[in-house]
Nanobody, 128 residues
Framework: QVKLVESGGGSVQPGGSLRLSCTAS???????MGWFRQAPGKEREGVAV???????????VYADSVKGRFTISQDNAKNTVYLQMASLKPEDTAMYYC???????????????????WGQGTRVTVSS
């Protein structure tokens, strides 16, 4: 069983930045890893995922709502994925969950179903 541990959430003013981290207990099974979020009263949605593409190349994908503001990256030596969030908006307020999957499905990367492992979540609040 792969365990995911998140850190880095907190409160920030609009326009501010935060960096989330997610460390996996092992990586041999994982082909995709990234972040989802769930705001109160809303469904969980994909934010950004990084997957292992051809020749082992890491390829990021983003939700349209965060493109240009969020950057996902990974450190394979640490089994860790990062989400650097900049120009944060109040609508980014949510619980952020790390997810990892053993397969990659490009057509449905933003859905919960393809992912096998989930973290407990870390809260991000953007408010003045």
């Amino acid at each position: 069983q792969v365990k995911l541990v998140e850190s880095g959430g907190g409160s920030v003013q609009p326009g501010g930045s935060l960096r989330l981290s997610c460390t996996a207990s092992e990586s041999t099974k994982i082909r995709s890893m990234g972040w989802f979020r769930q705001a109160p009263g809303k469904e969980r949605e994909g934010v950004a995922v990084i997957y292992t593409g051809n020749a082992g190349r890491a390829v990021p994908v983003y939700a349209d709502s965060v493109k240009g503001r969020f950057t996902i990256s990974q450190d394979n030596a640490k089994n860790t994925v990062y989400l650097q969030m900049a120009s944060l908006k109040p609508e980014d307020t949510a619980m952020y969950y790390c997810a990892a999957g053993t397969v990659w499905t490009a057509q449905s990367w933003y859905l919960e179903q393809p992912y096998d492992y989930w973290g407990q979540g870390t809260r991000v609040t953007v408010s003045s």
